[in-house]
């Protein structure tokens, strides 16, 4: 689960990390009151959306002005104006993609008189199951690019969950980006800040970009992103507070609702299958043959008929589906319990593009005869490459 930067920036705030005060606005009438609270004269109006690239990104209004998502106000009036420009307008980024995410929500926060930039975030290495930081003088900049053009800038290390953090972590990073003195000593206090933060939350990633030095000699996060791991969320209530919904798709949203792991994609065939490692093999093969697939659709081993329908009328619900394809091996999920679920979704919100369905496993011959008998005009498979290949000539027909 994904949050704003201001939130994100109030977890950090409650564990002593320093970040600068700021004021969440919804309203553009409110934008003033909120300026006024906060030291000044120089103040950040930032678009808070789920996608980085803000500040360079541009809106598609032309009322919005030219600027980015994240604006210098030298006043309280201009603070005022930004808000007004940016709320409700639709800001694109590199990471929204060309739809662009509407801006509902603003942050409005201290100025900083900048010294120097760093990045630096924490994650899971999935390799080690250990938590990682990474850090790099580059700060500022998309760490990706960093990454591709000079990967020695880039310093990485993990921490031993037998051991936690220790001093030598936060050397580490003072050494990582040329820290000394008191510098290299709040480079170490930080550091266990925020891996006090990373692992109290179950956060999944914590990124600062950029880690400033300021004028006066103090590090500051000057933004902050975190994600949590949403297999966790059932140990932390307060967080489910801070999911914004507008933020996401509604048919991930949905899909939530019924325990189904789906994520949206830009293809045109929609896939349900049972199991992660078979769903991406499926929507490999769709590519092989030259189309794209609409989503991953995980029903899991144990799935309903229920959750069967449920998963097949989020499928249908998206206008790009020009083909569905149902990719079954019924090892705990039984293949008779797969058919009555898509008869029973296709009964109720009918089948407007041809479906492709391959069985097999546990009562394949009872799916395949439900499936046959029903009259509907699905077309049967007898492998995973012979459905993809049936499925790509149908709407390409």
Excluded: W
């Excluded at 800001?91 to 739809?99: D, F």
């Amino acid at each position: 689960m994904n949050i704003h930067e201001y939130q994100a920036k109030a977890i950090l705030r409650e564990f002593g990390a320093p970040v600068a005060a700021g004021v969440p606005v919804l309203k553009a009438g409110d934008a003033a009151a909120a300026a006024r609270q906060l030291p000044g004269p120089v103040y950040v109006v930032k678009a808070q959306i789920h996608a980085g690239g803000r500040g360079k990104g541009k809106f598609r209004e032309a009322s919005a002005g030219e600027q980015g998502g994240v604006r210098i106000a030298k006043s309280v009036e201009e603070a005022e104006a930004f808000a007004k420009q940016m709320l409700g307008a639709t800001l694109v980024t590199l990471q929204t993609g060309e739809a662009g995410k509407q801006v509902n929500r603003l942050y409005i926060e201290d100025g900083a008189a900048i010294d120097k930039e760093f990045y630096l975030s924490m994650l899971i290495d999935r390799a080690t199951s250990r938590i990682s930081f990474v850090v790099s003088t580059e700060g500022g900049m998309d760490i990706e690019k960093v990454a591709h053009d000079t990967p020695e800038k880039i310093v990485t290390f993990s921490v031993d969950p037998a051991t936690g953090l220790l001093p030598h972590h936060g050397r580490h990073i003072a050494d990582a980006l040329g820290l000394k003195g008191d510098l290299a000593k709040q480079a170490g206090e930080l550091a266990e800040k925020l891996y006090k933060a990373f692992v109290a939350k179950d956060m999944e990633l914590l990124e600062i970009n950029p880690l400033i030095v300021t004028k006066d000699g103090n590090l500051r996060c000057l933004d902050a992103k975190v994600s949590f791991e949403n297999n966790a969320l059932f140990r932390h209530p307060e967080l489910g507070e801070l999911r914004d919904l507008s933020e996401e798709d509604e048919k991930e949203i949905e899909a939530s609702k019924h325990d189904l792991a789906y994520i949206s994609l830009d293809g045109n065939i929609g896939c349900m299958v049972n199991g992660a490692g078979l769903a991406m093999a499926t929507m490999d093969i769709i590519k092989l043959y030259g189309a794209f697939p609409a989503n991953f659709l995980d029903v899991g081993g144990g799935a309903t008929a229920e959750k069967v329908t449920a998963a097949f009328k989020i499928i249908t619900a998206d206008p790009n589906v020009k083909g569905i394809l149902v990719n079954i091996f019924g090892g705990i999920m039984r293949c008779d319990t797969i058919a009555e679920g898509v008869i029973a979704a296709v009964k109720e919100v009918g089948l407007k593009v041809p479906l492709v369905v391959r069985l097999e496993g546990t009562n394949v011959d009872l799916g395949k005869k439900i499936i046959s008998e029903s009259g509907l005009n699905v077309i049967p498979a007898d492998d995973l490459d012979d459905a993809a290949q049936k499925i790509v000539k149908a709407i390409t027909a």
